[in-house]
């Protein structure tokens, strides 16, 4: 499984994050998957948000249910 990690709010190029697998679910339906990164920050807006698209292998069009973002604070 691969996350590519895209900026949503400001394009600043694609990051691929490498995830493995780290068991199955709670419930034994499906698997649990884990990564860990630092995404790049912005020097002129560091309050951003960014985009992650997984991939199974090459498959490009796997197919999400739910958008998947999350918001870069900036520091003091």
């Given at each position: 499984m691969l996350a590519v990690l895209r900026g949503e709010s400001m394009y600043l190029?694609?990051?691929?994050?490498?995830?493995?697998?780290?068991?199955?679910s709670p419930d034994g339906?499906?698997?649990l998957w884990e990564a860990r990164f630092t995404a790049p920050f912005c020097t002129t807006d560091p309050s951003m948000t960014w985009r992650i698209d997984l991939q199974a292998g090459m498959?490009?069009?796997?197919?999400?249910?739910?958008?998947?973002t999350f918001v870069a604070k900036g520091r003091v």
């Open positions: 190029g694609e990051y691929p994050v490498p995830m493995t697998k780290a068991g199955m339906e499906g698997q498959d490009h069009a796997f197919v999400m249910p739910v958008k998947l």
